[in-house]
């Protein structure tokens, strides 16, 4: 049964066109959509990303340029100069050496970087997740991804920007399947869904014409991981975790077969021209020959020891290559079905093969679940390995690939230390780093050491509330902050590191990152009309990426910091942003500071026979030196405590004031939890999580310091002044500064 519906397809503004040419900006998603908006994430990584950061899912070659198109879990599209036949290019020809440690590790990281860069040609960015497939076509002039942020785009390749984000899935997008004699292409995903999408209709919308129409075809009853449609768009086959293979007519939208065989997910299926055979890959670790005109499995080859995952063939439809989980890419030809030959080895699980030429393939480019792509010689005479013969041994044609593309490490593990500020990564090559979440950027680099260690060399004694999460999906650093949580850090400057204001000023982490991911916003309110609470002590690097979504992660809305302030990304921000973050860029709402509360009373050895404890509440982030304040003001002089008072001078009581003040308040006082003395720059929110840790309300007491006296005369040419001057048992202290006239004076401790 035929299904159509009216998308609307979101397009950048006309006037915007140039400008996202550069790749800067691209909507997401639609108006309606902001009210399931509930995070905002943004991504630290550098400004030129030329290698891939994870593994390599799919490709595409354009053979009249010798243009090579990747994509994978880093989210973003590469163009690669695709160096002539016959040339050996990669870091291991370079550096003869394959053993790379200390120094010689460096220099090898050096040489793969210098390869990218000579190679890579442009990036393609907007996608926020995986991009599972890739198809060019239009003669190579566009390009079509499929994601797993639940879109389908439509690419301009020659400027490398995109023209228009499709939304009809509501799930991953995982396969693509392209019809070039009529220049239709079908997508398909983990929703079951299965589009239809007419290319010359997408590659004219326009911000006035900007709603196309697409046609579903139905019958799907498990996620959909392959798609083959023969290039006249007569037949369209989708392979997925129901473990057959559906075969359509897209020309009527009807379901025309059901082929099965395989005991496991269709991973992988290739179609000839005219649409009467196909051969599919799948997890079973099989690989079959049909007839769809007579509807039957016409052979079964099991050359690999796992799950083979991608396909290819020549442009007769006469020779098949074929890889997989076990590494090993192997040819077979359609006359003799029965065999295959072990071409060679890679280092890592195979997921796609592209063939350089297809009428006469001499190479063949690879994805692996490495961040690096290969290009493979083919030979013309090899080795057969039949599959009923256990006793020959493999061996492979060809040991080395030709050309190697380097691909970067990405992210695999983290640790949030509880500063709540800073985290520890680990990558793929087992380095160490620590990355500052409101700078936006690395601070640290540890090499290989263990992660555990810099984790405990780094602890601080403080508590702060966590206040965002972290995700490692497309092997960078993203940082996902959350409305029910964002706020939640509270800390003084003097935790927080920032010495330019007093250490009793309170800073939220959240208000203070809010206002650098949007500094570049006019409506964002300025440094000078802001609280010192949100004040932004550092830039975020322009080139970071920002993310809006709904809570389920799919992307409604992307930009890059530096974009902001154009007049077109400024509008959409307005249209898009949540509530909850206007509140604090514009009009510096903060929520209040979380109250804690606790219980006082006097220590068991102060001596007090009936002791009394009262309650108190007090915002999370009271310091204990204040609390130690309060005590020597309101409890100890109390009368009838039994407190003694620090001196019964009363011209020297007056020269205690401020921070003098406080500091000897906090040799006076003493205060307890569990029995372990609190040092003053503690406070309560730390005391409750770090030291309490228990349900009920903190219990804590106070007992004074022991004070013995010293009577001096001090003398001056103006007369004596007689003082009493308190000293610890532990030693004296300096308390304070005694004027005696206007040219003398005298420091006392």
Known sequence: MEFSLFVLVFLEWQRVLADVCNGRFERLGSVSECMFLLQISFVIRDEKEFMHRGCVNTLQYDENLGRLYSAGADSIIRQWKAPPEGEVMSSAKILPDNKFTGQSKEIKNDADLQIAQELHLQSMEHHTDWVNDIVLCCG?????????????????????????????????????????????????????LLYLWDI??????????????????????????????????????????????????????????????????????????DGTECVSASSDGTVKLWSIGEQCCISSLRCHSEGVWALETDSRFSTFYSGGRDKRVFRMRRS??????????????????????????????????????????????????????????LTTCVEEP???????????????????????????????????????KKVCDYGDRPMEQVVKENYKDVFVSSWFTIDLKCGFLQVVLDESDFFAAWVSAKDSGFTERSSDSKMNYGGMLLRALFQRWPKTLKDTDMEWATH?????PDHTPVILSEGNGRPVFRFVIRDAAHEVEANMLSEQTPKWILNVIENNELPKLNKIPF??????????????????????????????????????????FGGLPLTDNKSFAQFFAGSMHNKIEERRVEIYCHDQKLEPTVDLRTVKYDLWKQEAEIMLHFKLVKISYLSIKVASPYGFEKLKLGMEANGLAMIGRVELGANFAVWLW
Not at 536 to 540: D, E, F, T
């Open 200 to 273: 010359g209709t997408l590659t004219k919308l326009t911000a006035l014409n900007n709603t196309v129409t697409t046609s579903s075809l139905t019958g799907n009853k498990e996620s959909i991981y392959s798609l083959a449609m023969n290039p006249s768009g007569t037949v369209l086959i989708s392979g997925s975790t129901e473990k057959v293979l559906r075969v359509y007519d897209p020309r009527t939208y009807q379901k025309v077969m059901k082929l099965k065989g395989h005991t496991d997910n269709v991973r992988a299926i290739i179609i000839n021209r």
């Open 536 to 540: 932004v002590m550092y830039s975020l």
């Open 140 to 192: 190579g002039r566009n390009l079509i991804s499929a994601s797993s942020d639940t879109s389908v785009k439509v690419w301009n390749t020659q400027k490398g920007f995109c023209m228009s984000t499709l939304r009809t899935h509501r799930d991953y997008v995982r396969s693509l399947a392209y019809a070039r004699d009529v220049e239709m292409v079908a997508s398909g995903g983990l929703d079951k």
């Open 599 to 640: 219980w006082l009373a006097p220590h068991s050895s102060m001596g007090v026979k009936v002791p009394k404890k009262e309650r108190y509440t007090a915002t999370e982030t009271l310091q204990i030196r204040d609390l130690m304040d309060y005590i020597s003001k309101k409890v100890l002089n109390t009368p009838g």
């Open 336 to 393: 003799d079905f029965q065999s295959a030959e072990l071409l060679f080895v890679d280092e890592a699980p195979v997921q796609r093969l592209k063939l350089t030429n297809h009428d006469q393939p001499k190479s063949v480019w690879v994805a692996t679940t490495h961040s690096s792509i290969k290009r493979w010689s083919l030979p013309k005479e090899s080795l057969i390995y039949t599959q009923n013969d256990d006793s020959i041994e």
């Open 402 to 440: 030709e050309v190697v593309v380097p691909g970067g490490a990405s992210i695999r593990k983290y640790a949030i230390l509880n500063d709540k500020r800073r985290v520890v990564t680990k990558d793929s090559n087992n380095e160490v780093a620590i990355y500052d979440v409101l700078k936006g």
